[in-house]
């Protein structure tokens, strides 16, 4: 068994554990019988004892009765009985084949000793019992008790029983043992066989069921399994390897292979033909001896291949041939991501490369009678584009109803004449200016609000790179939809506030929309503020717009200001300055929108480009909405611009927000605003709005003259007032100002100053302190009519919210999330219902969510009804279709908003918190 250690080693462990098993049954059996020989020497004390207390005061001859009894005849003892007198008695018995006690002696029993009552006691050993019996008559027995000894009688089978089982099962597992020894014999045998010949097919083992274990098939079957897979794959690899060659070797490109430092390592006989390596060296060769790179680049690329880490493509040059080849280099990885080789493929593209060559002379040739076509085309679009585009303005908007039937004739042979040449023109032109200047308008309902939002925020990034500030207004009383073309306002707007950007170095760029007063309306209407008389300008024109980009740039001199005018009213755009392209397209769109722009000065040197828009509805949507909540609250704003806070003015009284605008700060103003809060600090809540460019400023100038100055004392002594909300407002973002300053504000916003967030600011910092407002308000009238029995207490109930829906579905769903949103509802079935609802609860209903699809009365007639009833409560459209048709239409009618079904609570949300305050 040499070769089956295993085996042997199994054997062996299962001898050793027979063998310590028989060692602790003996051994628990021998000890088992010296403890019950020890308790039967205990016993028979016990009994001695027993029967000599029953004589008060024995005598020799009632102890010898006593040792004649059956229980003392087998046992070895000595025996001395002592009286009160000192005569003493000794008996003694030996059992056969023990030796007789030698002498004679009196015990002596220590403290440890086992007693049975208060006079005597015992001590036992290994071999003897020693005890002695006192009793009251003053009678001393002592006694020795030799312990019976046990004998081992082989014959009973507890005996040999377990010997004779330890042996069979050691047989046993020796049988065993030889027949798995057997087994792995004939495994290895047919393991050999597998290994030393190729299986064509799978064929079992040769294993006879009989004397075999199930493990020692599977085995034999995973490993025929295993030699038959091995064998396809040595075929299948076979295979491959004289695919590859063939490819290789035959294929008509030239191919090689090269180790990580660079040195081929191959190449096949496409390779050999075409570079013709010499044979006769034996030295190892790199790409550079057989081909050069374009440039200094590649070259240097082709000397440092080892540092390729990606695949390359690169034009070479071969050193003999001079031919021009594209050189595929892709890197081969190994098995933790190193780099061991380069596969590279040559591909000849010199003819590729002369035709090249020639058609880029071809190219040039060409590209110079371009142009010189395109420099003609400009002459022409500019000598006949503009007159035409004009002639086509004015035509259009002659009404034919009220001209003859020849005058009907003449114009429709006009326009169509007019137009046909335009598009001809063109076409002919093809240009991107030709593009940007389009006659045909798409005119719609523009949300102003919205443009001119986007365009702000357009150019917001580079402001702040420019060092500049920002400022964005939309007046409250300016309607929020006109009809215009979007995508030409949006460029004039943009181009106007690109050229601001441009002109100015430092302070600050402002778009500003509002309408025209009433005063104005006369002037603009009758007379033109441009020259340029023949504008798309309508003759009359009740209601304008202004757009007016405002920036502190360089003073404009009068010859400057002249040469803008003219590029405004110019009409022969072949004189205008490359630079004032933008300005030039601007106004051209000015004029086609009906409008016109407007250069002018302030006394503070600031340049101000105004655009003029007229709109025929005056249907007024406001964007900003009231709250009655913003009466409690007075802004405090510190602002060191004054257009800033001319605007944060206007929109504070718009909506009745008391507001205290300072420019600067001095220790009386401070006192004078903190005694005025005091005094109304029972009816308003206060809340602070700092420019941090003007804090950055004294403290710039605190450093410069290193003194701590006293507005910023006083600023960091408002500041650091507890109990006073505090905003701060910078152009700057919110990462870039410092921590330790921002830890010292409850809120922050960006410039341009955003009115919604300033709003949801304001009612989120004061919110606690109206909820306590409200009910200190609430008990004081409460107090003041305590004299009235049985008054009824108001609670603060949460907002009403008008579902009009005709679907039970989309109510029940709705009026859950607003519960979840913490707001009341109640429903109506249909716009008729729905009036009825408002009508008797209007008092209690803060906005309508209004679905727009119903019967008897849909939710388009329910809102003119409303609102040609001048009620203005908000009102949000429900529908399904989201299309800008359905937006347009209930924007017309009057609603304020619009949510497409199935209804986002997040957006319901943003919604209802824009609306309800």
């Given at each position: 068994m040499q070769q089956f250690q295993s085996l042997q080693r199994l054997l062996i462990f299962y001898a050793l554990s027979l063998t310590v098993m028989l060692l602790l049954y003996y051994v628990t059996l021998f000890d088992g019988m010296k403890k019950h020989s020890e308790q039967h020497s205990i016993d028979t004390f016990y009994a001695l004892q027993h029967s000599i207390i029953e004589h008060a005061a024995?005598?020799?001859?009632?102890?010898?009765?006593?040792?004649?009894?059956?229980?003392?005849?087998?046992?070895?003892?000595?025996?001395?009985?002592?009286?009160?007198?000192?005569?003493?008695?000794?008996?003694?018995?030996?059992?056969?084949?023990?030796?007789?006690?030698s002498t004679v002696a009196f015990p002596t029993i220590g403290t440890s000793a086992s007693s049975s009552s208060d006079h005597s006691s015992y001590t036992v050993n290994s071999n003897e019992l020693t005890g002695i019996i006192t009793l009251k008559s003053g009678h001393q027995i002592y006694i020795v008790l030799r312990h019976e000894p046990f004998v081992v009688d082989w014959i009973s089978y507890r005996y040999w029983l377990p010997l004779m089982v330890a042996i069979v099962l050691f047989f046993m597992a020796l049988l065993y043992m030889l027949n798995r020894r057997t087994n792995w014999e004939q495994l290895l045998v047919y393991t050999d066989n597998l290994s030393s010949r190729a299986k064509e097919s799978y064929t079992p083992p040769p294993f006879l069921q009989k004397k075999s274990t199930t493990e020692f098939m599977l085995l034999g079957h995973a490993l025929s399994r295993v030699s038959y897979q091995l064998h396809n794959d040595y075929r299948r690899i076979k295979t491959l390897t004289h695919r590859l060659e063939r490819l290789v070797d035959q294929a008509p490109l030239p191919m090689l292979m090269s180790i990580r430092h660079g040195q081929i390592s191959f190449y096949n006989q496409r390779f050999e033909q075409v570079f013709t390596p010499p044979t006769q060296r034996e030295q190892s060769y790199e790409l550079t001896d057989f081909v050069e790179g374009k440039d200094e680049a590649t070259q240097i690329l082709l000397k440092t291949i080892s540092n390729l880490r990606v695949t390359r493509t690169l034009i070479v040059y071969g050193l003999e041939n001079k031919q021009a080849y594209q050189l595929h280099v892709t890197p081969w990885f190994g098995e933790h991501g190193q780099v061991h080789g380069f596969t590279v493929i040559f591909n000849n593209v010199d003819e590729i490369f002369h035709q090249s060559e020639q058609l880029q002379l071809h190219n040039q040739q060409l590209q110079l009678q371009i142009d010189e076509s395109n420099e003609a085309q400009a002459f022409i679009g500019r000598k006949l584009r503009i007159p035409l585009e004009k002639i086509i303005d004015s035509l259009e908007p002659i009404d034919p109803s009220t001209l003859t039937a020849q005058g009907k004739k003449t114009l429709n042979t006009l326009i169509t004449t007019s137009q046909s040449m335009l598009t001809v023109l063109n076409k002919t032109l093809a240009t991107e200016e030709v593009e940007v200047r389009k006659t045909r308008l798409s005119i719609e309902t523009v949300d102003i609000y919205k443009v001119s939002k986007e365009v702000s925020n357009l150019v917001t990034k580079e402001i702040r790179q420019q060092g500049l500030e920002l400022i964005y207004f939309f007046a409250p009383d300016c309607p929020r939809y006109i009809e215009t073309d979007y995508i030409r306002l949006h460029h004039i707007l943009l181009n106007l506030l690109k050229n601001a950007i441009s002109f100015t170095t430092s302070g600050y760029v402002a778009l500003t929309v509002d309408r025209v007063p009433e005063d104005k309306v006369t002037r603009i209407s009758n007379q033109p503020l441009t020259p340029n008389n023949d504008t798309t300008m309508p003759a009359q024109t009740s209601y304008w717009i202004?757009?007016?980009?405002?920036?502190?740039?360089?003073?404009?001199?009068?010859?400057?200001?002249?040469?803008?005018?003219?590029?405004?009213?110019?009409?022969?755009?072949?004189?205008?300055?490359?630079?004032?392209?933008?300005?030039?397209?601007?106004?051209?769109?000015?004029?086609?929108?009906?409008?016109?722009?407007?250069?002018?000065?302030?006394?503070?040197?600031?340049?101000i480009f105004s655009l003029y828009l007229p709109y025929p509805h005056a249907t007024y949507q406001s964007v900003y909405h009231r709250c009655?909540?913003?009466?409690?609250?007075?802004?405090?704003?510190?602002?060191?611009?004054?257009?800033?806070?001319?605007?944060?003015?206007?929109?504070?009284?718009?909506?009745?927000?008391?507001?205290?605008?300072?420019?600067?700060?001095?220790?009386?103003?401070?006192?004078?605003?903190?005694?005025?809060?005091?005094?109304?600090?029972?009816?308003?809540?206060?809340?602070?709005?700092?420019?941090?460019?003007?804090?950055?400023?004294?403290?710039?100038?605190?450093?410069?003259?290193?003194?701590?100055?006293?507005?910023?004392?006083?600023?960091?002594?408002?500041?650091?007032?507890?109990?006073?909300?505090k905003i701060l407002l910078s152009m700057k973002l919110e990462r870039h100002i410092p921590s330790i300053l921002l830890g010292q504000y409850d809120g922050f916003l960006t410039k341009p100053l955003d009115a919604s967030l300033l709003l949801s600011e304001l009612l989120r910092l004061t919110l606690f302190a109206r909820?306590?407002?409200?009910?200190?308000?609430?008990?004081?009238?409460?107090?003041?009519?305590?004299?009235?029995?049985?008054?009824?207490?108001?609670?603060?109930?949460?907002?009403?919210?008008?579902?009009?829906?005709?679907?039970?579905?989309?109510?029940?769903?709705?009026?859950?999330?607003?519960?979840?949103?913490?707001?009341?509802?109640?429903?109506?079935?249909?716009?008729?219902?729905?009036?009825?609802?408002?009508?008797?609860?209007?008092?209690?209903?803060?906005?309508?969510?209004?679905?727009?699809?119903?019967?008897?009365m849909d939710g388009l007639q329910a809102t003119q009804v409303i609102r040609s009833q001048g009620d203005k409560i908000p009102i949000v459209a429900l529908t399904a279709n989201n299309t800008e048709e359905d937006r347009e239409a209930c924007i017309q009618v009057g609603m304020d908003e619009f949510l497409s079904k199935p209804i986002s609570k997040k957006d319901l949300e943003s919604v209802l918190q824009s609306f309800i305050q």
């Amino acid at each position: 068994m040499q070769q089956f250690q295993s085996l042997q080693r199994l054997l062996i462990f299962y001898a050793l554990s027979l063998t310590v098993m028989l060692l602790l049954y003996y051994v628990t059996l021998f000890d088992g019988m010296k403890k019950h020989s020890e308790q039967h020497s205990i016993d028979t004390f016990y009994a001695l004892q027993h029967s000599i207390i029953e004589h008060a005061a024995p005598v020799d001859s009632e102890i010898k009765r006593i040792l004649e009894q059956p229980t003392f005849e087998h046992l070895s003892y000595q025996l001395i009985l002592m009286t009160p007198s000192g005569q003493t008695y000794i008996h003694h018995n030996t059992r056969p084949n023990e030796s007789a006690f030698s002498t004679v002696a009196f015990p002596t029993i220590g403290t440890s000793a086992s007693s049975s009552s208060d006079h005597s006691s015992y001590t036992v050993n290994s071999n003897e019992l020693t005890g002695i019996i006192t009793l009251k008559s003053g009678h001393q027995i002592y006694i020795v008790l030799r312990h019976e000894p046990f004998v081992v009688d082989w014959i009973s089978y507890r005996y040999w029983l377990p010997l004779m089982v330890a042996i069979v099962l050691f047989f046993m597992a020796l049988l065993y043992m030889l027949n798995r020894r057997t087994n792995w014999e004939q495994l290895l045998v047919y393991t050999d066989n597998l290994s030393s010949r190729a299986k064509e097919s799978y064929t079992p083992p040769p294993f006879l069921q009989k004397k075999s274990t199930t493990e020692f098939m599977l085995l034999g079957h995973a490993l025929s399994r295993v030699s038959y897979q091995l064998h396809n794959d040595y075929r299948r690899i076979k295979t491959l390897t004289h695919r590859l060659e063939r490819l290789v070797d035959q294929a008509p490109l030239p191919m090689l292979m090269s180790i990580r430092h660079g040195q081929i390592s191959f190449y096949n006989q496409r390779f050999e033909q075409v570079f013709t390596p010499p044979t006769q060296r034996e030295q190892s060769y790199e790409l550079t001896d057989f081909v050069e790179g374009k440039d200094e680049a590649t070259q240097i690329l082709l000397k440092t291949i080892s540092n390729l880490r990606v695949t390359r493509t690169l034009i070479v040059y071969g050193l003999e041939n001079k031919q021009a080849y594209q050189l595929h280099v892709t890197p081969w990885f190994g098995e933790h991501g190193q780099v061991h080789g380069f596969t590279v493929i040559f591909n000849n593209v010199d003819e590729i490369f002369h035709q090249s060559e020639q058609l880029q002379l071809h190219n040039q040739q060409l590209q110079l009678q371009i142009d010189e076509s395109n420099e003609a085309q400009a002459f022409i679009g500019r000598k006949l584009r503009i007159p035409l585009e004009k002639i086509i303005d004015s035509l259009e908007p002659i009404d034919p109803s009220t001209l003859t039937a020849q005058g009907k004739k003449t114009l429709n042979t006009l326009i169509t004449t007019s137009q046909s040449m335009l598009t001809v023109l063109n076409k002919t032109l093809a240009t991107e200016e030709v593009e940007v200047r389009k006659t045909r308008l798409s005119i719609e309902t523009v949300d102003i609000y919205k443009v001119s939002k986007e365009v702000s925020n357009l150019v917001t990034k580079e402001i702040r790179q420019q060092g500049l500030e920002l400022i964005y207004f939309f007046a409250p009383d300016c309607p929020r939809y006109i009809e215009t073309d979007y995508i030409r306002l949006h460029h004039i707007l943009l181009n106007l506030l690109k050229n601001a950007i441009s002109f100015t170095t430092s302070g600050y760029v402002a778009l500003t929309v509002d309408r025209v007063p009433e005063d104005k309306v006369t002037r603009i209407s009758n007379q033109p503020l441009t020259p340029n008389n023949d504008t798309t300008m309508p003759a009359q024109t009740s209601y304008w717009i202004r757009f007016s980009v405002k920036d502190t740039g360089a003073t404009i001199t009068p010859e400057r200001k002249n040469q803008l005018v003219n590029i405004l009213n110019q009409s022969n755009h072949n004189l205008v300055e490359d630079s004032n392209i933008g300005l030039s397209d601007a106004n051209s769109f000015a004029q086609l929108l009906g409008g016109f722009i407007e250069l002018s000065n302030t006394v503070d040197k600031e340049t101000i480009f105004s655009l003029y828009l007229p709109y025929p509805h005056a249907t007024y949507q406001s964007v900003y909405h009231r709250c009655s909540q913003l009466p409690h609250i007075h802004l405090i704003a510190v602002i060191n611009q004054p257009l800033v806070a001319e605007h944060l003015q206007r929109l504070c009284e718009y909506l009745t927000i008391s507001v205290t605008i300072y420019s600067t700060l001095d220790r009386a103003t401070v006192q004078q605003l903190k005694n005025k809060l005091k005094q109304d600090e029972q009816t308003i809540i206060p809340v602070l709005l700092l420019d941090y460019e003007y804090s950055e400023s004294i403290t710039l100038s605190a450093h410069a003259s290193n003194k701590y100055s006293e507005q910023q004392e006083v600023l960091n002594d408002l500041v650091a007032t507890p109990s006073l909300p505090k905003i701060l407002l910078s152009m700057k973002l919110e990462r870039h100002i410092p921590s330790i300053l921002l830890g010292q504000y409850d809120g922050f916003l960006t410039k341009p100053l955003d009115a919604s967030l300033l709003l949801s600011e304001l009612l989120r910092l004061t919110l606690f302190a109206r909820k306590t407002l409200n009910i200190l308000v609430k008990h004081q009238y409460d107090s003041s009519l305590s004299f009235v029995e049985d008054t009824p207490k108001k609670e603060i109930l949460s907002p009403l919210i008008l579902v009009v829906e005709d679907s039970p579905t989309n109510q029940k769903i709705a009026c859950k999330m607003l519960s979840k949103l913490g707001y009341r509802s109640i429903v109506a079935e249909d716009g008729q219902q729905a009036l009825e609802k408002l009508k008797s609860q209007r008092e209690e209903i803060s906005l309508i969510l209004m679905d727009c699809r119903m019967p008897i009365m849909d939710g388009l007639q329910a809102t003119q009804v409303i609102r040609s009833q001048g009620d203005k409560i908000p009102i949000v459209a429900l529908t399904a279709n989201n299309t800008e048709e359905d937006r347009e239409a209930c924007i017309q009618v009057g609603m304020d908003e619009f949510l497409s079904k199935p209804i986002s609570k997040k957006d319901l949300e943003s919604v209802l918190q824009s609306f309800i305050q």
